[in-house]
């Protein structure tokens, strides 16, 4: 089974910094990776899939990085409306093996 | 605009079996994508469940497979989850989504059901 692990678990940042989330996988899965925001009592929302690519209506400031086993979301300045947690996604299509990541909560320092 | 939204009890006794169904807006089940059931523990992460495609062809979570059906109804647009033998570890916010293929990423998200294990 693969293993998906994020750092930090919280992260406490001030607007217009510069956030980096990290998520490593315990063997190799390619590009296949999502990252997700989910604010409290919502459902997640899709950013980034294929490691890289921006899904549709996401703002520029987030951006992902990395393929193999580490991987990086980045936000390049950070707005009050991204306070939430953030979650990585293996999707691992030839096995079906779905894992997320523990979550990365992004709070206001 | 693409629309999920979850129905079903929102208390279930332990033992028994939890059913929760999914209907589809904005986008016919039957011309594509996977579909998925997603749930989360109360301030915990998220578990994938498992997914089917519109032909029924389904895949599960192997750490629930013993307990997990997925079906589909594409006459009504929805698709179904059915979690046996439950207990309070299934206490959860259940999810149902879309995928782009059988293991995500997931792009569209119902806004959730909060399912409670007690007698």
């Known amino acids: 089974d693969i293993q998906m692990t994020q750092s930090p678990s919280t992260l406490s940042a001030s607007v217009g910094d510069r956030v980096t989330i990290t998520c490593r996988a315990s063997q190799s899965i390619s590009s296949w990776l999502a990252w997700y925001q989910q604010k409290p009592g919502k459902a997640p929302k899709l950013l980034i899939y294929k490691a890289s690519s921006l899904e549709s209506g996401v703002p520029s400031r987030f951006s992902g990085s990395g393929s193999g086993t580490e991987f990086t979301l980045t936000i390049s300045s950070l707005q009050p409306d991204d306070f939430a947690t953030y979650y990585c996604q293996q999707y691992n299509s030839y096995s079906v093996d779905v894992r997320f990541g523990q979550g990365t909560k992004v709070e206001i320092k | 605009q693409v629309q999920l939204q979850e129905s079903g009890p929102g208390l279930v006794k332990p033992s028994e079996t939890l059913s929760l169904t999914c209907t589809v807006s904005?986008?016919?089940?039957?011309?594509?994508?996977?579909w998925g059931w997603i749930r989360q523990p109360p301030g915990k992460g998220l578990e994938w469940i498992g997914s089917?495609?519109?032909?029924?062809?389904?895949y599960y979570n192997p750490s629930l497979k013993s307990r997990v059906t997925i079906s589909v109804d594409t006459s009504k647009n929805q698709f179904s989850l059915k979690l046996s033998s439950v207990t309070a570890a299934d206490t959860a916010v259940y999810y149902c989504?879309?995928?782009?293929?059988?293991?995500?990423?997931?792009?569209?998200w119902g806004q959730g059901t909060l399912v409670t294990v007690s007698s």
């Open positions: 989504a879309r995928a782009t293929a059988v293991a995500g990423p997931f792009d569209y």
């Open positions: 904005g986008y016919s089940i039957s011309s594509g994508y996977y």
């Open positions: 089917i495609y519109h032909s029924g062809s389904t």
